[in-house]
């Protein structure tokens, strides 16, 4: 019976005392993923390049993101938040000199408005959600009602209440569709993981007995939005996440490649622990540096 291969481990540290499960660069290893026939990076932000939703710090990725252009390659921002816009994400990164164009901004709440127009056309919707998610929505022409929506779209909400999610379960009952912006369980914000969207998506579809369309992380949907919109093969992108339930799953459905750091949510033991297997693990985004 096959075995699942280990991931590929770069530590910064050679101390005796690390985790028996971290391994060595070598060849051994690497055949799988090859970071220099990569032609399409795509980043998380959470616990890869900043952490912090309203007032974000930096954690890495401006060399990296630099020497990907350089190179003729792309680098996309693929994130599952849903609260910002792209520009004012843009604006965000910039203050921390990360450069990434409102094209170049990969947002769930986007491609949930991309999914809509290509599956149902301009449409009606009710919201669960802030003001990022309904901006994108609008953008698209999708309309904003209070009643009879064709879709009820479900992202992070900070105001939830129970007479919204009243509102979206009657809608729901009378037929209208489940899209879930995306699903994850938690983010990371300033003060650690805390709840995200995919709580309140569950609510609905137990209330309402049907299940969510999920278009974000961990949804193979995100990553195929997000291919065609980069115009690459899967085989030929990688997703740079910090999430296992989110960013490698997802990935990993989608047939693109994985490597996941250790500055977001997951740690060397959640990692030793789970069944998923990234391809590579580091031990935040800027070890990328030499081997692109």
């Known amino acids: 019976?096959?075995?699942?291969p280990s991931?590929?481990?770069l530590s910064i540290s050679t101390s005796p005392a690390a985790a028996p499960y971290m391994k060595p660069i070598s060849q051994?290893?690497?055949p799988g993923l090859r970071l220099r026939t990569i032609r399409v990076f795509f980043f998380d932000l959470d616990g890869v390049l900043s952490v912090g939703k309203e007032n974000p710090r930096y954690l890495g990725g401006r060399e990296v993101t630099l020497k990907i252009r350089s190179s003729g390659r792309k680098a996309f921002l693929l994130t599952n938040d849903s609260t910002h816009t792209r520009d004012e994400i843009s604006q965000n990164?910039?203050?921390?000199?990360?450069n990434f164009s409102k094209d170049e901004i990969l947002t769930s709440s986007y491609l949930t408005s991309l999914y809509l127009l290509r599956k149902y056309g301009k449409c009606s919707f009710f919201l669960v959600g802030e003001r990022g998610l309904l901006h994108e929505l609008e953008l698209a022409g999708h309309r904003n009602v209070e009643n009879d929506p064709d879709v009820v779209v479900v992202g992070f909400d900070r105001r939830l209440?129970?007479?919204k999610l009243d509102r979206a379960l009657w809608a729901l009952r009378n037929g209208a569709r489940l899209i879930?912006?995306?699903g994850g369980a938690v983010f990371m914000s300033d003060q650690g993981p805390a709840l995200s969207a995919g709580p309140i998506i569950k609510a609905l579809e137990y209330g309402a007995g049907k299940r969510a369309i999920m278009i974000g992380k961990p949804s193979p949907r995100m990553f195929h939005l997000a291919l065609r919109v980069a115009q690459v093969r899967a085989s030929q992108a990688v997703m740079v996440g910090d999430q296992i339930e989110t960013d490698v799953?997802?990935?990993k459905r989608a047939g693109v490649h994985t490597i996941l750091v250790l500055t977001g949510v997951e740690t060397q033991a959640t990692v030793a622990s789970s069944k998923v297997r990234p391809e590579m693990?580091?031990?935040n985004v800027d070890t990328l540096l030499d081997l692109l």
């Open 249 to 251: 799953v997802g990935a």
């Open 93 to 98: 990164l910039a203050k921390m000199d990360l």
């Open 28 to 30: 051994e290893f690497r």
């Open 161 to 163: 209440t129970y007479a």
């Open 281 to 283: 693990v580091v031990p």
């Open 180 to 182: 879930g912006s995306y």
């Open 1 to 4: 019976m096959s075995q699942t």
């Open 7 to 9: 991931p590929l481990y």
